[in-house]
């Protein structure tokens, strides 16, 4: 009987610990992300996922720091202040060049649009010749206005780049007359539009699509489960804003992203896609427009882009 009551209080102590184990695993705590955001239409979703409750409903903490320009979030990248943010290919090439460790790990789905002063003369593409457009220098906005050029058969020298880093200035600059034309995110390309400026063309027409996330490798293989975790959300977010109505989300968006108010109005998103790996085509001709500037080598696909979201399941 002794033998026997033994045997039977060491099963049941086996299978306690067997019990406390599985919570204690369950939920073990995800380790905190900091992601730059742009004030850009890219940012939206992380604004969903942080406001609807989707990044606590993953388990993970994620911080959110607006930046007003791509030298500012790149330098609190390089830094380690972050551990990820809303970037581009260029952005990626750069950093390696520059010997920091990121990787590209998704792409995003923003547009870059050239937009005309209302008194700038220029109606097309074409008019392009002998005008200033801001720019950023060597960041996507320079790759985007460069394209354009290239595809109306405009030399770089027949046209004068005025750099404005901060995309909130560019803006008000073009708005006040001071700039002929303009190369801008949405929505602020919208907002231009919508207050007396023209559209000429962007890089969805182009079918240039360089916007991506981007992680340092340090977090990529310290917070794997928390980065997964942030895509979940982030897809939730996708699906949310897919499938409701701009009315019940706009004021909020407003609230939380810095746009300027005409955006309100003028802001009209498009159908998001769920994260995945930018495309080969994308990268390789972010690398041809860096070599053919001599800013940097070569770089093959697996040297900018991480295989994280490729081995979820």
């Known amino acids: 009987?002794?033998?026997?009551?033994?045997?039977?209080?060491?099963?049941?102590?086996?299978?306690?610990?067997?019990?406390?184990?599985?919570?204690?695993?369950?939920?073990k705590k995800l380790s905190k992300l900091t992601i730059g955001l742009m004030p850009d239409t890219d940012s939206i979703p992380f604004i969903i996922a942080a406001e609807h409750g989707y990044f606590a409903e993953e388990g993970v903490e994620v911080?959110?720091?607006?930046?007003?320009?791509?030298?500012e979030r790149d330098a609190a990248l390089q830094s380690g202040n972050l551990d990820g943010a809303i970037s581009d290919l260029l952005a990626v090439i750069f950093?390696?060049?520059?010997?920091?460790?990121?990787?590209?790990?998704?792409?995003?789905?923003?547009?870059?649009?050239?937009?005309?002063?209302?008194?700038?003369?220029?109606?097309?593409?074409?008019?392009l010749r002998g005008k200033e457009i801001a720019i950023s220098r060597n960041t996507i906005i320079e790759y985007v206005t460069d394209e354009i050029l290239a595809v109306n058969?405009?030399?770089?020298?027949?046209?004068?780049?005025?750099?404005?880093?901060?995309?909130?200035?560019r803006l008000e600059m073009l708005q006040s007359g001071n700039l002929a034309a303009a190369v801008l995110?949405?929505?602020?390309?919208?907002?231009?539009?919508?207050?007396?400026?023209?559209?000429?063309?962007?890089?969805?027409?182009?079918?240039?699509?360089?916007?991506?996330?981007?992680?340092?490798?340090?977090?990529?293989?310290?917070?794997?489960?928390?980065i997964r975790a942030m895509y979940r959300a982030y897809n939730k977010a996708v699906n949310y804003l897919n499938n409701t109505p701009r009315t019940e989300y706009i004021d909020?968006?407003?609230?939380?992203?810095?746009?300027?108010?005409?955006?309100?109005?003028?802001?009209?998103?498009?159908?998001?896609?769920?994260?995945?790996?930018?495309?080969?085509?994308?990268?390789?001709?972010?690398?041809?427009?860096?070599?053919?500037k001599d800013l940097a080598g070569d770089y093959s696909y697996d040297d900018l882009v991480s295989k994280l979201l490729a081995e979820e399941k």
């Open 63 to 71: 911080e959110l720091v607006p930046f007003k320009s791509a030298m």
């Open 95 to 127: 950093a390696r060049s520059g010997g920091f460790a990121v990787h590209a790990t998704s792409y995003t789905d923003g547009n870059y649009n050239l937009v005309a002063g209302r008194n700038s003369g220029i109606a097309a593409s074409a008019n």
């Open 153 to 169: 058969g405009i030399e770089e020298q027949d046209v004068s780049k005025v750099v404005i880093p901060q995309i909130p200035v």
């Open 1 to 27: 009987m002794k033998r026997f009551l033994a045997a039977a209080l060491s099963c049941l102590l086996l299978l306690m610990a067997g019990c406390g184990s599985q919570p204690q695993e369950k939920e």
């Open 252 to 292: 909020l968006v407003m609230e939380k992203s810095g746009f300027p108010a005409p955006a309100r109005d003028a802001l009209e998103l498009k159908p998001y896609r769920s994260a995945g790996m930018p495309a080969q085509k994308d990268v390789e001709e972010a690398v041809h427009w860096v070599k053919s």
């Open 185 to 226: 995110p949405e929505p602020m390309a919208s907002v231009a539009v919508a207050s007396g400026s023209r559209y000429v063309t962007g890089s969805g027409e182009l079918g240039i699509n360089p916007g991506i996330i981007v992680f340092s490798d340090a977090s990529i293989q310290e917070k794997e489960a928390s």
